[in-house]
């Protein structure tokens, strides 16, 4: 069975300092990963994506991501986080048999002033 | 239209009474999908929809859930008999048929609140 397991539940980080949530998966075949960021009150709302090609995908709002395959990560970065990112994120994976995402638990970043 | 359109925004109920909530999702997705956000939680699949085939149901938490969709378009979640538990942000999300596509289109949910 599929699964994506975000070990953190909250990461702080102050403003203008890099910014990593974690993401590792587990499924077979080739995985098509995703993350999406949840903004309170809001839905959720794609940033990036990886199906295939480069391992450093871009994405939204300055954000990227490292698909690692030895590693099975997909951690999202962002060089110089914004006190606008504080939102719960999002890592899932996409199987074709089944058709559809699977969700890791979300982190919660808070960057602070 | 532009976005996936989810309505009511917000339901209070009394525990006991059915409640109905719906889903617009973008034109042209043929795939329908309902999750289920409870307070701090990550995101529990419920139902899933593709075109004319049978929905997958494997995630809905007991018979008092059950969704439709009607002419592959607007679907609607119905609680009946909610209890306290129910009480959740219930997500919508379409996806494109094109093969390159597998990310979703969320709406921005109903917050049901059973009291």
């Known amino acids: 069975a599929q699964s994506v397991a975000q070990p953190e539940d909250q990461v702080n980080v102050a403003e203008g300092n890099p910014l990593t949530v974690k993401c590792t998966y587990s499924v077979s075949g080739n995985p098509y990963l995703f993350w999406y960021v949840q903004y309170p009150n809001r839905g959720l709302q794609f940033l990036l994506k990886y199906i295939t090609g480069d391992n450093l995908v871009k994405g939204s709002y300055g954000f990227e991501a490292e698909f690692n395959k030895s590693q099975t990560s997909f951690h999202l970065k962002k060089p110089s986080a914004l006190v606008s990112d504080s939102a719960l994120y999002f890592c899932?994976?996409?199987?074709?048999?089944?058709?559809?995402?699977?969700f890791g638990g979300g982190t919660r970043v808070l960057v602070k002033p | 239209g532009a976005g996936v359109s989810q309505s009511p925004s917000n339901k209070v109920t009394e525990k006991g009474k059915d409640v109905e909530l719906r889903c617009d999702p973008i034109s042209g997705h043929t795939a329908l999908y309902w999750y289920r956000q409870s307070l701090g939680q990550g995101l529990e699949f419920l139902i899933y929809f593709q075109g004319n085939s049978a929905p997958d149901k494997s995630g809905l938490p007991s018979d008092r859930f059950s969704a439709e969709r009607t002419g592959g378009s607007v679907s609607t979640l119905t609680i009946q008999r909610t209890q306290q538990e129910d009480s959740a942000v219930y997500l919508c999300?379409?996806?494109?048929?094109?093969?390159?596509?597998?990310?979703?289109?969320f709406g921005s949910g109903t917050r049901l609140t059973v009291v």
């Open positions: 999300a379409s996806r494109s048929s094109r093969a390159t596509n597998y990310g979703y289109t």
């Open positions: 899932a994976v996409f199987k074709a048999a089944g058709n559809k995402l699977t």
